[in-house]
């Protein structure tokens, strides 16, 4: 097992079959709202071939779903993606795939209008966020556009992201911005995000190939 390998099993431990999931539901509604800074930005995507990384069970998919044409679901749990098939059955527009839990393998190169990930990368390791830059520029077509949800907290390194408020990996707006550059990632706007009571601990990044 490589080392990102190793980042992502003990990132993804956690969330297996976690109870996270059925108590977020009741507050899936203020994120679709205007007020909120997530749901403008994702109003700038492309939503013809779009594709939710970490979906979880599906309660933001809900939402856009009927506003998609093809839309892919990916997680790296085949227990999330079981509780979206029978959630989502009665769209068939729908494909549901698998993943190592650092890329977006199999989908094909530039066959992406959007890509799109929201409350899982605020706990990706360093390494797996910048995975994910890099094969976004991959599986974007050209003016293609992600909207990512990540950590704004330089957490230490050297303990479990689970003792970080909110359990926030660690990442910065700097940082995050260096990878989108090297990955070839162009950032039309960032925002902060204060999360439960801690101010700027997140960010909202638009980016576009």
Request: proline share 7%.
């Given at each position: 097992m490589n080392s990102i390998e190793q980042s992502v099993q003990v990132v993804a431990e956690a969330w297996k079959q976690s109870?996270?999931?059925e108590d977020a539901e009741a507050w899936t509604f203020i994120f679709w709202s205007e007020g909120h800074p997530f749901y403008p930005l994702f109003k700038h995507l492309?939503?013809?071939?779009?594709?939710?990384l970490a979906c979880g069970h599906g309660r933001h998919t809900e939402v856009i779903a009927g506003g998609t044409t093809k839309l892919i679901l990916m997680d790296v749990h085949d227990e999330n993606l079981t509780y979206c098939r029978s959630r989502l059955a009665s769209f068939n527009h729908i494909e549901f795939c698998k993943n190592n839990g650092f890329d977006f393998k199999p989908v094909d190169n530039n066959s992406l209008n959007s890509v799109f990930c929201?409350?899982?990368m605020v706990h990706f390791s360093p390494d797996i966020v910048q995975s994910y830059l890099r094969d976004t520029a991959r599986v974007l077509k050209p003016g293609g556009m992600?909207?990512?949800?990540?950590?704004?907290?330089?957490?230490?390194?050297?303990?479990?992201?689970?003792q970080n408020p909110h359990a926030r990996n660690h990442m910065t707006e700097m940082l995050f911005r260096q990878y989108a550059n090297e990955a070839g990632l162009t950032i039309v706007e960032t925002v902060p995000l204060t999360w439960g009571d801690v101010e700027d601990l997140d960010r909202l990044t638009l980016l576009v190939r």
């Open positions: 109870t996270y999931y492309d939503l013809t071939n779009v594709l939710e929201y409350d899982a992600a909207l990512y949800h990540h950590s704004n907290y330089p957490a230490p390194l050297d303990r479990h992201y689970g």
